[in-house]
């Protein structure tokens, strides 16, 4: 175990880690919905998260589905360091799962766990991956208001086609949804008026009839238990961490402004490259040579502002 210390902060040096909360106002979230493979995503969990559980804590796919949610924030700041404000873009690969802890079945709880998220500013990328572990990278992300002629969300990011040695990196778009046809989805009317109505009708739209048996296990919104693991490569050992934890990384939304379905048909379309897997990991299928296009099978919008607070550590190994 490390032994806690003062943290040295950089504030009026070139910080980039900023000290939570973050605070994030008028942020447009979009989110959708595919089916993905449990078995799939249970093995991705255990490469990715399960070892640093310890025995202590085990997680296992909620529900056959995985969701794609992308951000456009107006205002994002730190609410205790005083720097100043930036917009922000983000989008997120998200899967539910259940949180197991051995011998606490009390203690069991949904939680939201992202594989892939990428942001497009530098200190949202730094603040996130170092204090909750998020495996954030730099990423250029469209919105359709960018283009209205060509409305589309994408995510434009650096990938290598094979992993290899003699690989030249590629920056070009890895993943993006694109409308097919229908009704302007931009500004469509607000149906929810709370996280409530939104949650309620997500429910019923995926789960149907057993909406109520599963309304106490947790949200299936991703803006409440979010984890992550963080963790250092030790500097003289760098297969070996020199500090690992399954951190909490909780989201509490502080304003509802208006949300709902989007109509007409959407679809996902992802590049084939062996350092992005994200097909494989989310649905056990191989790609196609060059993209796989799956079918988005729920659309949501929500305008809300929300707070990314403080969390804690689940699992810290020592």
Not at 44 to 51: E, R, V, Y
Not at 109 to 124: E, T
Not at 166 to 178: E, K, M, N, P
Not at 267 to 292: F, K, M, N, W
Request: aromatic content about 8%.
């Amino acid at each position: 175990m490390m032994t806690e210390s003062p943290y040295l902060s950089w504030l009026g040096h070139g910080a980039a880690c900023l000290s939570p909360p973050g605070v994030f106002t008028d942020a447009r979230a979009t989110l959708f919905v595919i089916d993905a493979d449990r078995a799939a995503m249970q093995s991705l969990a255990d490469t990715l998260l399960n070892p640093a559980g310890r025995d202590q804590v085990r997680y296992e796919p909620l529900l056959p589905m995985a969701m794609i949610s992308f951000m456009d924030i107006a205002r994002c700041t730190s609410g205790t360091d005083v720097v100043g404000w930036l917009p922000g873009r983000e989008c997120a690969l998200w899967v539910p799962l259940i949180e197991l802890h051995a011998g606490q079945p009390l203690r069991d709880r949904v939680v939201f766990w992202s594989p892939y998220i990428f942001i497009d500013y530098a200190i949202g990328m730094v603040t996130g991956r170092e204090i909750w572990g998020w495996p954030k990278v730099l990423a250029d992300i469209s919105m359709p208001t960018d283009d209205p002629t060509n409305p589309r969300y994408g995510c434009a990011t650096t990938y290598f086609p094979t992993l290899s040695k003699d690989t030249r990196g590629v920056t070009g778009t890895l993943f993006q949804v694109t409308p097919n046809g229908g009704p302007d989805e931009r500004n469509p009317e607000a149906m929810w008026r709370s996280v409530e109505d939104a949650d309620d009708a997500l429910r019923d739209a995926l789960l149907g009839g057993v909406r109520a048996g599963l309304r106490a296990a947790g949200s299936l919104l991703p803006c409440g238990p979010c984890i992550a693991l963080k963790q250092f490569r030790d500097a003289s050992d760098p297969q070996s961490a020199c500090y690992q934890a399954i951190c909490d990384s909780p989201v509490e939304v502080t304003a509802f402004k208006g949300g709902g379905l989007l109509e007409g048909d959407f679809t996902l379309q992802v590049t084939t490259c062996e350092s992005h897997a994200i097909v494989r990991d989310l649905t056990g299928r191989a790609p196609g040579p060059e993209t796989t296009t799956l079918p988005i099978k729920l659309a949501a919008w929500s305008l809300i502002d929300f707070k990314a607070l403080s969390g804690g550590n689940i699992v810290v190994a020592g």
